[in-house]
């Protein structure tokens, strides 16, 4: 979330990728660009920090700049079920650090959100093309209501590695792994400023519910934290072990 959200990043990310041996590392970067959307800079330096895939949302396409970097770098992904004509890809496989192979898919929800195609078909269809190049895939799936995360992690329970929910900015505790062997969370979180309404000034966000006017939200700055969550699993068969919650703060 904007540049506390970064700052968090880069402070902890090198930290947590060595004390909890990960060798791959998904965020979620819809807000890194002042809090709505992202910037293809932005996504370079990101990247650079040490994350292997970018995920997105509905902010996506919040800052126009994004659409050349959608096609200029495959690893900031677009949800996948906005179809064939937008910009960009929903999924990738890329090596980890062991050399394992991993597959990322991004989707959007469709429950009180925009109308796109639907998120379950579109899942189905590419993990079982992803499947043929690796065991290991995690979804990012961008919802409001954690029912359709919670269905869909049914839906795909066995077929996927992870299926981690993203958008509501707050973290949920029921971190599980399902019975055939999907790790599941329906909120990874919020990385950013804490002393806040998900990110923004609480004061002009107070003032939007009051009067109903257009109001200006301006990033918050206290209370630092990175949230999200730790994945364990047997890369050869593709089912997740663990999944444990992570939460740390900066300043």
């Known amino acids: ?5 970064r700052d968090a990043v880069k402070s902890f ?27 293809p800079e932005i996504a370079d330096d990101l990247l650079g920090m040490g994350i292997d895939v970018l995920t997105n949302g509905d902010h996506i396409w919040d800052r126009k700049e994004i ?23 929903g999924s990738i496989v890329l ?3 062991t050399g394992a192979k991993v597959g990322v898919i991004c989707l959007v929800g469709r429950v009180f959100m925009q109308a796109v195609e639907c998120p379950f ?36 329970d066995g077929l996927v590695t992870a299926i981690c929910g993203t958008h509501t900015h707050i973290q949920t505790a029921d971190e599980r792994v399902f019975k055939k062997g999907t790790a599941f969370i329906s909120d990874a979180g919020m990385t ?26 301006e990033m918050a700055d206290s209370d630092i934290q990175l949230q999200g969550a730790v994945i364990s699993c047997d890369d050869k068969t593709g089912k997740a072990t663990a999944i444990k919650r992570i939460q740390e703060k900066l300043r």
Do not use: W
């Open 192 to 217: 950013g400023p804490f002393d806040s309404v998900l990110g923004r000034k609480p004061e002009q966000i107070i003032r939007r519910f009051i009067t109903g006017l257009p109001t200006r939200f």
């Open 121 to 156: 078909k579109a899942a189905m269809a590419e993990a079982e093309k992803l499947k043929k190049e690796t065991p290991v895939i995690v979804i990012d799936m961008h919802a409001e209501a954690t029912s359709e995360k919670i269905a869909l992690c049914y839906y795909l």
């Open 95 to 97: 090596n980890s650090g």
């Open 1 to 5: 979330m904007g540049e506390p959200g």
């Open 13 to 39: 990310l090198p930290v947590i990728k060595k004390r909890e041996n990960i060798d791959f590392t998904i965020a979620n970067s819809e807000n890194a660009a002042g809090g709505a959307g992202i910037t």
């Open 67 to 89: 659409i050349e970097g959608l096609d200029r770098e495959p690893r900031i992904l677009r949800p996948l079920n906005y179809g064939e004509g937008a910009p960009g890809k």
